[in-house]
């Protein structure tokens, strides 16, 4: 079994930040890259977040500069720092992993159950 739990959302004023934490189980033999993706009401899930296994992030146009994606391979957690928050992003933040279960396996998507960041205005 691999799951992934978010947490560390909630309800913030425009221009606020929060931290939204991944922490990954199970039976992982090991993780490849790690990304966070955003889904509004109405709208397509968009990966917002990702990085590589050896720290090496990018991020969507929206979020560059206000957003930061970073890891910890020993404690099988991945982080996205989110400063100057707008409403616009406001949406269910989740956890996406690749990892292998073992070490003949191949990379599989993990997904986690989302966490709900909402920006006032």
């Known amino acids: 079994q691999v799951q992934l739990v978010e947490s560390g959302g909630g309800l913030v004023q425009a221009g606020g930040s929060l931290r939204l934490s991944c922490a990954a189980s199970g039976s992982i033999f090991s993780i490849n890259v790690m990304r966070w993706h955003r889904q509004a009401p109405g709208k397509q899930r968009e990966m917002v977040a990702v990085?590589?296994?050896?720290?090496?992030?990018n991020y969507a146009d929206s979020v560059k500069g206000r957003f930061t994606i970073s890891r910890d391979n020993a404690k099988k957690l991945v982080y996205l720092q989110m400063n100057n928050l707008k409403p616009d992003d406001t949406a269910v933040y989740y956890c996406?992993?690749?990892?292998?279960?073992?070490?003949?396996?191949?990379?599989?998507?993990?997904w986690g159950q989302g966490i709900q960041v909402t920006v006032s205005s």
């Open positions: 996406n992993v690749e990892a292998a279960r073992s070490r003949l396996s191949t990379w599989v998507d993990y």
């Open positions: 990085i590589n296994s050896g720290g090496w992030p």
